[in-house]
């Protein structure tokens, strides 16, 4: 997650100790003065494991950036991820409906600028980084999957937020 100066902006590339991930989605959120909230999922099939360096590769300088990591077991080694989900909102409802399956694990990411979110139950939440003055604050959540969309759902989101979803397959 991170905030931008440059509408084209992303990351170039995430490694873990020097091998690189792969890219799923990106969902971005760009105000009239170019500024923006920029949420991103990268993985990587059979982590090693402990503890690991990662490492995120932006093209342009940001304001800010804060990255979560988490790790998954007895996870599906050959399509390890469901259709990812994905909205951006000027203000409003902190809300995304993700495609899941039943007996799926489904997690969320939300990217927003200067408020601390709290999760919605019955989602519960993993993570919630962020930079020294709040210029950006990650929020990460997990729920039960179901047949069909499941909601995961932030309290107290701020302006100009983005949010990706996912199931993970087991």
Known sequence: SFRTNTQLSGVNGVTVNGTGITFLERASQISSSGNGRVT?????????????????????????AVIGASSYYNVNQTDPLGTAATTTVASGNESISI??????????????????????????????????????????????????????????????????????VS
């Not at 709040?134 to 179901?146: E, F, L, Q, R, Y």
Request: no cysteine; glycine share 8%.
């Open 40 to 64: 991103e999922i990268w993985y990587m099939v059979n982590p090693p494991e402990g503890q690991v360096d990662i490492i995120a590769n932006f093209p342009n300088p940001e304001k800010s």
């Open 99 to 168: 495609p899941s399956g039943a007996n799926e694990l489904v997690f969320g990411v939300l990217t927003d600028y200067n408020n601390l979110p709290s999760i919605v139950s019955p989602a519960a939440m993993l993570y919630q980084n962020k930079t020294n003055a709040n210029w950006i604050v990650s929020t990460g959540a997990t729920t039960p999957g179901s047949n069909g969309n499941v909601n995961i759902s932030w309290d107290n989101a701020g302006s100009f937020w983005s949010a990706i979803g996912v199931f993970i």
